[in-house]
Structures are given as C-alpha cells and as structure tokens.
C-alpha cells in the first residue's frame, strides 16, 4: 500500500466515516432530504475506503469479482450494496385550523384595542377575520357582496391616526375607531352551509347578538331603526366577515356608536 493511502486509512480511523455532515438547513423538507443523500454518501465512502484499506492482494491474484446487475457477486452471489436503507419520512401534519370566536358576543366593545385582518389577495380572501360593510345578498347563490376595509379600534386607532392624519388628530379619535378604506373593491364571497348569521339591536333585554336564518335575513331592509322589535328590524350596515377554507364561515354584526 502506498504511503498516501495509509495516511488516508489513518485519518478515515480518526474520523469514523471520514465524511463531514453538511449544516442542517431551514428547511424540513430539504434537511429530511440532505439526511437521506448523506447517508447514502456515508456509506459509498466507507465501501470505498474498505477497498483502498484492505491487505494488498498478490500479485498474481485473480482479477476482484464483477457485480452482477442484481447488484450481487458473480463469483460468490453475495450483495455488494453497501449504502444503507434511506427511513421513510414522515409525512407532515396539516396546519391547524383558525378557531372561530364566538358569534353570539360583542367583537369589539368600544374601548379594546383590536385590528381586522388585512386582505393580500384580489377577489378571494385567506382564512381571517375580516372586517366590511354589507353590500348585497344573493340567497339563490347563497353569497354576499361585501367591502372589506381595515378596522382599528382604541390605541391601535390613535397610533394610526397621529400618524397618517395628525390635523384629524388633534381633537382625537372620535368614537375611538377608525375604519380605513383605501381600496372600494366589492368582493363577491360565498356563504358556508352552515355559516351563521348574528347582529346586535338596541332595546334587547339580556342579549345584545341574535342569529338569524339566512332567508329572514337577507329578507330584512338595508336601512332602518336598528331596534330589536319587528316590523322595524333592519340588517346591520358593517360586519365581521370570518373566511374559513374560502367560504364565510360567520357574519358578526358590529355596533358603533
């Protein structure tokens, strides 16, 4: 054996499988991958150095077996697969759905600090709370016609405010919200099957939420006293618009005052 191949089978001695692990990445998926070429590199390493590291043979030895295509010794009929079974990977879990909050209270109460979710999208809209103002409703297609702007209430409101209009700013935020509507897009979103309807009314006696089907809803006038009385019920104007899975899931009337 030549001095430079001892010197390599010393240092694959010391340093196990003489293969240096790559760093392990962000990624899951790409680690679960880098992992399985590893180890399938460690073992074509050590398969290599056992070659190179073995007793020298004679000179006058046979020539080394070739390997079948089944991957076994044409002289001898054993394996010659060296690298390792790569595990299976596990299969990753879907992400967890967003809870939905209770319809039957009050989303904002007039004094907390909350903001709506912010659509990215065009027409569609990603699971969220959102926040709009009713435009339409179509009971046949079972959809509604909704704005969706952005919601801020309390310090969020006064921090936007200051900054973006501080002259509006001076006498405070009245009603301490502010609805932000950059963007009129009427987007057209599909109901659930089993989404729910809730609005509140003034005059209630123990309940300021009440649900309602969605015919004797949609069959209410789109502008009224909002008392809890009929005939003079009218629909809320501005709503919380929950998406689940693409669909709305709920819509929660919301109260100003």
Known sequence: MRRDQQADCLNHDRDGAGVRHAPVGASRRAHRFRDAALIAASGAVVAATA???????????ASP????PTGTSASTGTSTSTAPPVAPTEASSPPAALPLKDPMTWRWDGAASITSDVPTSG???????????LISVDTAARTVDVDIMILLTGDLADAWVQQNDPEDYADGVENGYRMINDVERVRTLPLADDARITMWCTGYDTEPMYEWALDEWAALPERGSITCDAPDQARNQY???DVRDGEVAQLVGQYFP
């Open 51 to 61: 070659l190179a590291c073995g007793p020298a043979a004679p000179s006058d030895s």
């Open 65 to 68: 077996p070739t390997a079948s």
């Open 123 to 133: 027409s569609s809209l990603e699971d969220g709370d959102y926040f709009g103002e």
């Open 239 to 241: 709503y919380w618009v």
